[in-house]
């Protein structure tokens, strides 16, 4: 009788991560075993970059500490910077689309935050979680009157509350009323993110596939939240944090534990390069 063919995952060469409770614990630190983790894979002959609904700023700090020599795809992949910030690839929101989406989003009670290149507009500093935001990403907003006049070349909207609901109930009727226009996608349960709609972690990881040469199926993925889900659908390996929700737990390969359990460098040295990072 002759043999079966073999079939087996083909070798990883690039992973790419999440940042918020993927990367980093839940009070943003990096900790010692994820940037060891980071350098195992260097050592394996593995890339590593990174994406987030961070702007380019909020991503500089982990440029040193992590070698990292890849592009960094912000705001989901709306801009692509080199590790020195210098930009490379910018995708706004259709300017038509902007102050429709401003208008659904305080519809739902949803304070705003704009963002064009490096800057990031608020109207109400004392809205929920601006200081969070501001300590994360490691500079300030910029608070203004009005959005008037910054309509054009936006790359991201955040409509932000605590009520979990009704950011959901945001992301559902977004999508329903600019369909293919934009991408609508939760970055946390407070955050719905509004960019334009190649501005994606899965356009991203088309993006490092041709820019890199390296197959998607060669490409891992690690992250916790809905808009991950995205990137682990093109990518051969895909990592849900223990901290994810069963829904995209259950839509990833694997899982690991949780960011407050080196659930990161643990997924390193389990499924990418087999020893302790």
Same mark, same amino acid.
């Given at each position: ?36 983790? +980071? ?11 990174i994406t987030s609904g961070r702007p380019p ?190 829904? +995209? ?18 997924a390193v040295e389990k499924f990418l390069v087999?020893?302790?990072?």
């Amino acid at each position: 009788m002759a043999s079966q063919p073999q079939f087996s995952q083909p070798a990883i060469r690039l992973l790419l991560a999440d940042v918020d409770g993927t990367l980093v614990t839940q009070t943003k630190v990096l900790t010692e075993r994820a940037r060891r983790a +980071v350098h195992s894979l260097h050592e394996a002959g593995i890339l590593f970059a990174i994406t987030s609904g961070r702007p380019p700023r909020g991503m500089s700090m982990l440029v040193e500490p992590l070698a990292i020599t890849t592009p960094i795809a912000a705001f989901n992949g709306g801009i692509v910077v080199k590790p020195d910030l210098t930009p490379v690839l910018e995708r706004s929101i259709p300017d038509e689309l902007v102050p429709r989406i401003i208008r659904l989003l305080e519809a739902h009670q949803l304070d705003v935050w704009l963002y064009r290149g490096a800057d990031w507009f608020i109207r109400n500093r004392q809205g929920p979680h601006v200081d969070k935001e501001e300590r994360t990403v490691q500079f300030p907003p910029t608070v203004i009157r009005s959005f008037d006049g910054l309509m054009k070349g936006v790359v991201k909207l955040v409509g932000v509350s605590d009520d979990y609901d009704g950011v959901a109930r945001g992301e559902r009727e977004a999508r329903h009323e600019f369909g293919d226009h934009v991408s609508a996608a939760r970055s946390q349960p407070y955050y719905l993110d509004v960019t334009h709609p190649e501005a994606n972690k899965g356009g991203v990881v088309r993006y490092l596939s041709e820019q890199l040469k390296i197959a998607p199926e060669q490409i891992a993925t690690v992250g916790d939240m809905p808009n991950d889900v995205l990137m682990f659908a093109v990518s051969g390996l895909s990592i849900a944090m223990g901290n994810a929700s069963p829904d +995209v737990q259950r839509a990833a390969r694997r899982v690991t534990t949780t960011n407050e359990q080196e659930g990161f460098a643990n997924a390193v040295e389990k499924f990418l390069v087999g020893k302790k990072a």
